[in-house]
């Protein structure tokens, strides 16, 4: 309530933390990610069951995946992951100029992953690869582009907090949100690891 | 009241009260009047399918009109009217149980309930839109694909159940974060109430079980409004696949329908036999038990789609384990009685009634669970009379239970005992007669789903004692509501301890509760926390903390708002209009952003004006 009054100096270690508000948001969210695990888990199991399924003269996974495109789509993802981390530390630091930093190169980091996403699907389009092409591509447009959708929108979200935290300055009252996003983010670099490997390397190799 | 502390904050009177508060208590009034309703309009659907199958070739209504009576009986009861009726009660109920002056997250408590109002509105919206949905509440593709359902029918059930899961799925991240986080000081998980154990795991079934459903609703309304494949054979879509990823949601979906009833019974019987809970302990890890092999369990609803004998074999052996803990939680109610001082009120009334009731939907469960019987049973009236003996018989029952123990606790006033018992035994009556004879129309060989059936079949006379049982409890229902309005008008005030045998922390307090709950936060010191005290010679809960100012949330209307925007998103979409699709989604993304941006400070009341007669300076 007082919070806005405090100064970046004077914030308690783990400011995420230090009020109830904060704590309930923080386990309110590792629910939420709970629930997201049933959700790509139910995605997951519909890809599996129907990505064989590509009906006649479409191209198969094996024939329109690049893998290097992909490849680089999870370095640039993955590394994200490590910016948010350092984010965080920041935040507990109580730096706030390096933390808006590292949220900003996440935030490109992720840019350029959506960037690179929609490059692909445009590609896999030009191949005859159409969200209504098969069951196979319904899937996975369905599977791949959740996830896009996700990154879009953890985009959006950090880039808002940035401009809270620009605005309010670190405080008990973003501290949290700033957290919660760095969650937010790694479980969707977790996903995108399930990703490259049930639907790419399995498409592939499999 | 209106003056606040650091920040002054806008109180708002009569309509613009409900439709803005946050506050736990009004907004589970709220799930109790629209799942209320929405019960009404069940019924009213179940009574009319009753008149159409009273006798044979009867022409109440069209074939058609028939499957969208079923689809939307089913659809409504389970989602629009059970389950807000649970969470009328979770509201009314939990953060008082756990000592808490409001839930985790009050602004998205609002939410819930917006979103799931809407997504009702929106689904009832198709009677009048060119026809409900008619593939059955399981929506089975391919009849609820494009080819066999073109009309919009099918639409209205994928969007608006879409919206109104969004609302469950809230509700159960905060409840789970209210129990966890939010008990008073010395409630330990095993001293927490039955029924706060029983709305855990059912909030942990939520969470776990709805995102399946979604992503079923999305993969269906991508096919049908896309043109996408997941169920379209004819592009390698599979159609049991949707069955799965439903069933994989809906039979947890049934234990989140029956824990909370198992909750509520053990708080009546406990109370009313003015004794302890038998076997507390075991009926906590009972129903963790429940909760967990509710997930592995769920292709017993599949044995004839043809998943070979060792499939059959596993799901049929853990359907009949499920017996197991529930048969523990049935010795333990009857051991609670056992010996005790038994008051027979209508809360008790509906609570021992559900005991038998259940236990004949429990053993008809397991019949079902044997695999090769099931091929007998399967898409009978026998099915039909199990699950309306656990639904209706276990969870409702439950409800009226709850309702009828809780109700001076929610409203400040003591319903009619008279009108209560009434209710009782015409529901109780009715219920018995409607379907205890299904089961045998089941075994003769009738079909489900069917519209209407042939003279001769021997179907006659056990249709009519259905229907006639189903007007009874309509009788029931009415004399209910009699009595909601008798109680409001004339209705006797109810004490704190309104049933002067409380055991746990919602009777310490005023009926009805004070905005605030607890003046100071209470001290538990074991298990049946005020009984405790009770016994100690207590007249009250030692406090917590001194008194001191309480910090409340503000109230918000932009919950209404953001629902309302997914309400009209949801209906851009369905008629492919992706500007009003777009515009309702941008509405709910601006409350989001004017949420996010602008801080809640809340206000406080200070001790000057808690108005609780029991508070100690």
Known sequence: ?206 | MAHAHAHTVKRYKGLMDWLTTVDHKKIGILYLIAGGLFFLVGGLEAIMIRIQLWKPLNNFVSADTFNELITMHGTTMIFLAAMPMLFALMNAVIPLQIGARDVAFPFLNALGFWTFFFGGVLLNVSWFTGGAPDAGWTSYVPLAGSTYSSEYGVDYYVIGLQIAGIGTLIGGINFLVTIINMRAPGMTFMRMPMFTWAIFITSALILFAFPALTVGLVALMFDRLFDANFFNVANGGNAVLWEHIFWIFGHPEVYILILPAFGIISEVISTFSRKRLFGYSSMVFATVLIGFLGFMVWAHHMFTTGLGPVANALFSIATMLIAVPTGIKIFNWLFTMWGGSIKFTSANLFAVGFIPTFVMGGVTGVMLAAAPADFQYHDSYFVVAHFHYVIVGGLILGIFAGLHYWWPKMFGRMLNETLGKLTFWTFFIGFHMTFLIQHFLGLLGMPRRIYTYLDGLGFNEMNLISTIGAFLMGLGTIFFITNIIVTAVSGKKAAGDAWEDGRTLEWTIPSPAPEYNFAQTPLVRGYDAYWKEKMDGHKEMTPAEPLGSIHMPSPSILPLFMSIGLFIAGFGFMYHNYFVGGGGLALTFLCMLIRSLKDDHGFHIEPDELHDKGVKA
């Open chain 1, 1 to 206: 309530m007082s919070a806005h009054s405090h100064v970046e100096g004077q914030l308690p270690h783990e400011p995420e933390k230090a009020t109830l508000e904060g704590r309930n948001k923080i386990l309110g969210f590792w629910l939420f990610l709970g629930a997201e695990v049933v959700l790509f888990g139910t995605l997951f199991s519909a890809f599996l069951a129907l990505r064989d399924k590509v009906g006649d003269g479409n191209p198969t996974a094996d024939e329109l995946f690049n893998l290097s495109t992909v490849a680089i789509a999870t370095f640039i993802l993955l590394t994200s992951s490590l910016t948010s981390v350092f984010a965080t530390q920041a935040l507990h630091a109580g730096k706030k100029n390096a933390m808006i930093g590292w949220l900003i190169v996440t935030v490109l980091f992720g840019l350029a992953f959506l960037g690179l996403e929609i490059y692909e699907f445009a590609e896999y389009v030009h191949e005859g690869h159409g969200f209504t092409t098969s069951a196979f591509s319904s899937s996975f447009y369905t599977l791949v582009g959740f996830h896009g959708a996700h990154v879009a929108f953890g985009v959006l979200w950090i880039g808002l907090i940035i401009g809270q935290v620009l605005k309010k300055g670190l405080t008990v009252v973003t501290a949290p949100k700033v957290y919660v996003s760095g969650l937010y983010w790694h479980f969707i670099d977790v996903v995108w690891v399930f990703i490259f490997t049930v639907v790419y390397l399995m498409g592939k190799v499999g």
